[in-house]
């Protein structure tokens, strides 16, 4: 399948500090990308769809200038988590949906990176 | 409103037996269903997935089951491996605008005892 990579992996920042995490579609261009969180022993919660060119649609709750996303080109989507506060402390997912021209060629297939967890301290 | 329903929400089964995922949904314009595999602390990874004109979708050991009329779908483990053992989350989504998105169960955690 297609890859998805987000970096950094981990990381720890201090309470009032921002963080940006990176996701990269590596062998396509992703004109759709999401970010989900994740807390321990439960499902995906989708923050915001972002897609390229235009202003991320953040899902209800989700508070838009705390959690700043970019999807500046096709494969690149970043999330910046603002004035962080050991709340925000989660396990981050981002996901990018394959175009047709990728296996298995559906137009619907969302991939997703690695995760980011980040601890806020 | 939970949209898609899964469950067990746990399973434990035997080194060969068959394990039994299912999940159900409200919406009928859900049109593409996938099932990913997620590992402690990696993200989840495609498995395998269902349209809605196909009753069965076979790939290697895993096989999904899909029944329009009564809005459901399974996934079955055949001959299943201690290395299985993951979070399952069924999902479903409609559509293929700049509105798309997945909606997911909440998960069922499989384990199998060698």
């Known amino acids: 399948g297609a890859v998805v990579s987000q970096h950094p992996s981990r990381v720890i920042c201090k309470s009032g500090t921002s963080v940006k995490i990176e996701c990269r579609s590596l062998?396509?261009?992703?004109?759709?990308m999401f970010w989900y969180r994740q807390f321990p022993k439960q499902s995906l919660m989708l923050m915001a769809t972002?897609?390229?060119?235009?202003?991320?649609?953040?899902e209800q709750g989700v508070e838009k200038d705390k959690f700043l996303i970019n999807h500046a080109s096709l494969t690149l989507s970043t999330l910046t988590v603002t004035s962080a506060h050991p709340e925000d402390s989660s396990f981050y997912i981002c996901?990018?949906?394959?175009?047709?021209?990728?296996?298995?060629?559906?137009?619907?297939?969302?991939?997703f990176g690695e995760g980011s967890w980040l601890t806020v301290v | 409103q939970q949209q898609v329903k899964q469950s067990p929400q746990s399973l434990i089964v035997q080194k060969g037996g068959i394990s039994i995922i299912n999940c159900a949904y409200e919406?009928?314009?859900?049109?593409?269903f996938p099932w990913y595999q997620q590992f402690p602390g990696k993200g989840p990874a495609l498995l395998i997935a269902?349209?809605?004109?196909?009753s069965e979708k076979k790939e290697g050991r895993f096989t999904i089951s899909f029944n329009k009329s009564a809005k459901q779908f399974s996934l079955h483990i055949m001959d299943s491996q201690p290395g299985d053992s993951a979070t399952y989350f069924c999902?479903?989504?409609?559509?293929?605008?700049?509105?798309?998105?997945?909606?997911f169960g909440k998960g069922t955690l499989l384990t199998v005892n060698p």
């Open positions: 269902i349209r809605p004109d196909v």
């Open positions: 062998d396509f261009q992703a004109t759709t």
């Open positions: 999902a479903a989504s409609k559509g293929g605008g700049s509105n798309y998105k997945l909606t």
């Open positions: 919406n009928t314009a859900f049109d593409y």
């Open positions: 996901s990018a949906r394959a175009p047709q021209t990728v296996p298995p060629y559906s137009g619907n297939t969302i991939y």
């Open positions: 972002s897609n390229e060119g235009s202003k991320a649609t953040y």
